[in-house]
Each structure stands twice: as C-alpha cells, then as structure tokens.
C-alpha cells in the first residue's frame, strides 16, 4: 500500500482543479455610439442626429442602471465566496495586458481627481463615467480594489471566427462557429476552482457545453434584479397611505400627500417604463401598481371605493414576491 501511495505521489498533478459551479452574470452589452448610431441609422435612415442622441442617452442610463445591480450581485459574491476575480466576455489572452493598463489609468484618475471646475474638467469626469460604463460592472471593482484582476473567458481565433459582422459590413450568424466559441470558453473557465463566475451575454447559453466538458460542473444563469429601490419606495408610500386611510384624513391632508407621491414616484414610472418587459415580469407589476393603479387609489381613498387598492397591492404584492425569490436564489 505504502508504494502505491509513493507512485500516485509521483505521478504529474493536473494543470488545473475543475470549479465545482460556475456563476453566469447575464451581462448588458456596452455599445459605441458610433456602433448605435450606425444600426439605428440602419434600420431608419431618415433618422436625426437630434433622435440618435436622445435614444443613446436613454441607452446609457439603462445600461449604467443594470452594471449598479450587478455591481451589487458581485459584491455578495466577493463577501459570501471570498470571490477576487471574474472572467470577462470580450477579454483575451492578447488585449489583456491593454485592459490592465487601461484599468490602472482609470485607477489613478479616481486615486486624484478633484471636483470639477473647468469646462474642460466636467468633460474629463464625463469621458471618465463612460470609460467605467465600457469597462463593466466587473471592472469596476477591479478599479476600486474590491476584485483583484479580470480573467480572459475568450480564445482570440474562435471569438473572431464567431464574429457575425462581416468585412462587407453584412451580419451572418454561424451557429457552429458560436458554439466553438462556447467551447473554447468553457475551457478557459474550467481551469479556475471552487465558484468560478464570468459576465457573459444573456444569448449565451453553457448547459450544452458544459455537458460535454465539464459534465460535474454545476452551472448557475443569473439575472441582475433592478426594482429594489421602487419597490421599498412603493411599499413605504403604501404604509403612509394606510395611515391616513385609517384616520380619515381629509381633503387638504390628502392632496398635499398626492403631491409628495408625484414628486417621489413620477420619475420611477419613467424609468419603469424604460425597462419593463416580459423578461422582467416584476418591474411590469411595479408599473402597473404605480402607473395604473397608484394615483387613481389617492382618489379612491376620499369616496371610500377600494377596487384600485385592490389592484395596486396585487401587484405590489407579486413584484415583492418575485424579487424575493430571486434574492433567495443569488444568495450563495
């Protein structure tokens, strides 16, 4: 027995230990404005520059929305998992070194920067929000210490053969070419350890790849949550609008509350509306509470008719229920 445990002792150790989960961070994709206003422009060419400006705006407001929650999402893993680095879609072994690079000048630009004065200091702290917004929520932390480096998820040769633009300028999706894409990154990913987590686009799917690489593997998609902030704004709303529905309060009572509710919630159904859809069925219910039902409620209250509160707590209600459950499933 001795020397068998002395030969197994000798044998070459494997390059690498396989991660036991991996973590897929459903990523919002960073796009140029040059990029936007081409495929805008693309699809509508009597469109104006006034009107691309407009749409890109919104665009980064969304994008900057989504990177904050999974700015947040990260942080939970870095704590619960003693989490240091996170592979990147995009990166490679070749413009690794560059993004480095680039991370360290954005490093010292927040290690002395000064409130901005100057026109050209507004346009410095400006350029420098976008630089942050085309890094990535990840990159982020790396720039602020929390994560300690990136990690290429990408082989250079199969990510370029998968590119679906062509030098024409056409667009032709080669399904075999993704999915080698798919493979090669699985590879690189199976080379870390314990959790392994990598923001990677949402129409990327590894349950296929991993099944044939990496069959042990336990593989997690998740979704950043936006609608906490709406939510627990809601929910307090609600909480004052029982109070005075229990007191009886009055008109002047009423009206001066309804201006307040405006003031809070009008510029959450904007955004609400920006980002409501299929995929994210809670926002749809905190829309349809504080745009449908809301202020139609406050009204309600003074007649004593209660069928819009009704409504605005069902959905109120199924928002809570939802983000709970995500929240439950991000938690390891």
Request: aromatic content about 8%; proline content about 4%.
């Amino acid at each position: 027995m001795s020397r068998l445990l002395i030969l197994f002792a000798l044998l070459p150790a494997p390059l690498y230990a396989e991660p036991t989960t991996i973590i897929h961070i459903l990523n919002y994709h960073y796009v140029t404005p040059e990029v936007f206003a081409a495929d805008l422009k693309d699809q509508d060419s009597t469109i104006t520059q006034e009107q691309i400006d407009k749409q890109y705006f919104e665009f980064l407001k969304r994008g900057g929305s989504l990177q904050k929650e999974q700015v947040k999402l990260l942080r939970r893993l870095i704590k619960r998992r003693k989490l240091k680095s996170v592979y990147i879609e995009g990166l490679t072994e070749k413009n690794y070194k560059g993004t480095m690079r680039f991370i360290e000048t954005l490093k010292n630009y927040e290690k002395y920067k000064t409130p901005p004065e100057s026109s050209f200091d507004k346009l410095v702290a400006a350029q420098n929000r976008l630089d942050l917004l085309e890094l990535g929520a990840a990159g982020q932390l790396v720039v602020n210490g929390e994560l300690e480096t990136l990690l290429p998820a990408e082989d250079l040769e199969a990510m370029e053969a998968a590119n679906p633009v062509r030098d024409d300028g056409k667009i032709v999706f080669d399904k075999e070419a993704d999915e080698r894409r798919e493979d090669a990154i699985v590879r690189n990913l199976l080379k870390g350890s314990g959790v392994v987590v990598i923001v990677l686009g949402e129409d990327h799917d590894l349950r296929d790849n991993l099944k044939r690489l990496g069959p042990g593997v336990k593989y997690i998609r998740l979704k950043v949550m936006l609608g906490h902030k709406e939510l627990k704004k809601m929910k307090a709303i609600h909480k004052q609008f029982l109070v005075l529905q229990e007191k009886k309060a009055g008109d002047t009572e009423w009206a001066r509350f309804e201006k307040k509710v405006h003031t809070e919630i009008d510029s959450d159904i904007r955004n609400l509306e920006a980002f409501s859809s299929s995929d994210y069925p809670h926002l749809q219910h905190l829309l349809w509470a504080s745009r449908d039902y809301l202020y139609p409620m406050l009204k309600d209250a003074r007649t004593e008719k209660n069928r819009d509160q009704d409504k605005f707590e069902k959905h109120l209600k199924a928002a809570e229920r939802i983000i709970n459950n995500q929240v439950r499933r991000t938690g390891p």
